[in-house]
T-cell receptor, first 113, second 111 residues
Framework: DSGVTQTPKHLITATGQRVTLRCSPR?????VYWYQQSLDQGLQFLIQ???????AKGNILERFSAQQFPDLHSELNLSSLELGDSALYFC????????????FGPGTRLTVT | SQQGEEDPQALSIQEGENATMNCSYK?????LQWYRQNSGRGLVHLIL?????REKHSGRLRVTLDTSKKSSSLLITASRAADTASYFC???????????FGQGTRLTINP
């Protein structure tokens, strides 16, 4: 158990819908990272927040957004969902701003039908 | 294309044998990390090696880094069935605050 929690574990929704994925980092970790893992694209970095502020951005679509709240939990919002958004979404956390030794949550499996 | 590329893509060995996986990358890095992922689960951090280090050990794991060749290797000695997983290298690029993961090596340990 990494100490990072993610909800929900599974999510099935239809195209065009909007969903919110939630992540709670390990106690004491200030950075939260979001990743998307699909069979064809591998593990793709989406976005990082550090202590409530956006720190780094990766291949995140405009339809996707994220935020980190004062209690350090984070949410990833995915809207206008397409079939190709079906993937595993991971949250990871680390102590500092730099991406050393990240601790991954169990992931949310999103299926868009 | 991916910054880190693992080789081989898949590896199948007998329990007790050693497993070696390689990772190549393209640009200068701060450090390189190896992670393990059991099927459909979150990644687990194994080891971090800094750009000024050449070798690092952790239990049955040995990681080497050759910055002149832009490559790293992960050696798992005396493999066990529980080592069956995918192994990813991740590079922390100079000037970028993000990790770039390779496509991974799928390791199968046969009992």
């Amino acid at each position: 158990d990494s100490g990072v929690t993610q909800t929900p574990k599974h999510l099935i929704t239809a195209t065009g819908q909007r969903v919110t994925l939630r992540c709670s980092p390990r106690s004491g970790d200030l950075s939260v990272y979001w990743y998307q893992q699909s069979l064809d694209q591998g593990l793709q970095f989406l976005i990082q927040y550090y202590n409530g502020e956006e720190r780094a951005k990766g291949n995140i679509l405009e339809r996707f957004s994220a935020q980190q709240f004062p209690d350090l939990h984070s949410e990833l919002n995915l809207s206008s969902l397409e079939l190709g958004d079906s993937a595993l979404y991971f949250c990871a956390s680390s102590k500092g701003q730099l991406p050393y030794e990240q601790y991954f949550g169990p992931g949310t499996r999103l299926t868009v039908t | 294309s991916q910054q880190g590329e693992e080789d081989p893509q898949a590896l199948s060995i007998q329990e007790g044998e050693n497993a070696t996986m390689n990772c190549s990358y393209k640009t200068s890095i701060n450090n390189l990390q190896w992670y393990r992922q059991n099927s459909g689960r979150g990644l687990v951090h194994l080891i971090l090696i800094r750009s000024n280090e050449r070798e690092k050990h952790s239990g049955r794991l040995r990681v080497t880094l050759d910055t002149s060749k832009k490559s790293s290797s992960l050696l798992i000695t005396a493999s066990r069935a529980a080592d069956t997983a995918s192994y990813f290298c991740a590079t922390d690029l100079l000037g970028a605050q993000k990790l770039v993961f390779g496509q991974g090596t799928r390791l199968t340990i046969n009992p």
